[in-house]
């Protein structure tokens, strides 16, 4: 299954809500009020969030306790169809840039802020899909994870 190279847009605030709403919906979900507020408070962190974390910004807004358990739904829903991705490390999740773009990201996860960036290198995910599948393994999400230091906590 390779990914062609291609170029994305990247939209922000109410375009990025209005393209995950627009791809849950493609994919025959149901963008709830409670689905918008939970990619909402993702949209809202700056750097990766925990359920928990989620839950927690969440219930302060919502003025009401989330549990994360109802966090953890949704996010599964949400990783499905693209539109969070999951930080593996760091048992975090980040709003997808780009919802409507399937490919695999390589992560940049910086052990001093703890704050991660992502880049796209179709190249290198499909040499890893290639070869995972001469192994005899179908990749259904590959995570390429890079921990170091980032190019603002390195000067």
């Not at 928990?52 to 953890?72: F, H, K, T």
């Not at 919802?99 to 910086?110: A, R």
């Not at 179908?138 to 390429?144: E, F, G, Y």
């Amino acid at each position: 299954m390779g990914h062609a190279a291609h170029s994305h847009q990247e939209p922000q605030g109410a375009a990025l809500i209005e393209a995950a709403r627009e791809v849950l919906i493609a994919a025959g979900e149901q963008w709830t009020p409670m689905r918008a507020a939970v990619f909402k408070t993702i949209a809202d962190f700056v750097k990766p969030a925990s359920a928990y974390d989620i839950a927690d910004g969440l219930s302060r807004s919502e003025n009401r306790r989330i549990a994360a358990n109802s966090v953890y739904r949704i996010l599964d829903l949400f990783l499905e169809s693209n539109i969070v991705l999951r930080i593996e490390s760091k048992n975090a999740y980040i709003v997808n840039a780009h919802p409507g773009c399937q490919h695999d990201c390589i992560f940049l996860v910086c052990d001093v802020c703890s704050g991660v960036d992502h880049i796209d290198n179709d190249t290198i995910a499909n040499n890893l899909r290639t070869a995972v599948g001469i192994a005899g393994f179908n990749a259904k999400r590959p995570v390429i994870e890079v921990c170091g230091i980032c190019a603002t906590c390195n000067t």
